[in-house]
């Protein structure tokens, strides 16, 4: 099957590659902070809790149209266009996965500096 002169394989191929790096993002970030979590408390549980208190900090700030874009939360609106064969807008992956990326950073940031603290 052709689609606009391109097989249809790789036009979804694209598409589906943009998701994945998206959501990718997203997760990351969740990781991030569920690592900083751990660094800092030590506790398995802790670090459990600390992730999920991140997770609905980012979500419901995420909600807030002003703030949302630059959050992972931001990823989903165009992951959702992305998956249904709609354009998405680039400038607002790219704020999104940015803001992601501050975040990830600042909590390895967070976990770097809890481990030099502690003591081996």
Known sequence: ???HGRPVRAVA????????????AGLAVWG?????????????????GVGFVGFLVLSIASAVPAVGHYLPGGLAEPAVALAAGMPADSG???????GSVFVIVAALVIAAWSFRAQEL
């Open 92 to 98: 607002e992956i790219a704020t999104a996965v940015l």
């Open 32 to 48: 991030a902070i569920t690592f900083a979590g751990s660094a800092v408390t030590g506790s398995t549980a802790a670090a459990a």
């Open 13 to 24: 191929g694209r598409r589906l590659g943009r998701l994945r790096g998206a959501r990718l």
């Open 1 to 3: 099957m052709v689609l």
